[in-house]
């Protein structure tokens, strides 16, 4: 009974070792009509990410606000940028993810900016 535990164990570590979890970090382009362009695919993003969360690619993310989007109840939200951690096998599959999601394609997002790293969670993550 012992050595199937340990076996199962193992199998399980295994299997788990493949997919690696990554923090993307995507902000906006600061140039002019970049929101209005944001609002303009948000659907066909939101569309995307509903398909890669529910594919378990995607585990957490969401629109990055300005510092002065809370500083009130009544405050203007303003998005400046994604953020969102995923599981992949390298960090290539990340960027071909990155580089096809239509924020990245219609120039939403600042591709000179993209940070994607490794991430090595002190937390769960749901």
């Known amino acids: ?24 970090y995507a902000p906006d382009c600061t140039t002019e009509g970049t929101f209005e362009k944001r609002l303009s695919v948000r659907e066909d993003h939101l569309a995307g990410f509903k398909a890669k969360i529910d594919g378990g690619f995607v585990r957490v993310g969401g629109v990055l606000l300005s ?43 600042d591709a000179q900016k993209i940070v994607i790293l490794p991430l090595l969670p002190a937390t769960p993550i749901p």
């Not at 009130?72 to 580089?99: H, L, P, Q, R």
């Open 67 to 109: 510092p002065e989007s809370i500083a009130t109840s009544s405050s203007d939200k303003k998005m400046i940028g994604s953020m969102f951690i995923c599981e992949a096998e390298n960090i290539e599959e990340v960027k071909k993810v990155v580089e096809s999601d239509i924020y990245y394609k219609a120039g939403v997002w």
């Open 1 to 24: 009974m012992e050595e199937e535990q340990i076996r199962s164990r193992t199998i399980k570590v295994f299997q788990m070792s493949t997919l690696h979890r990554f923090m993307v």
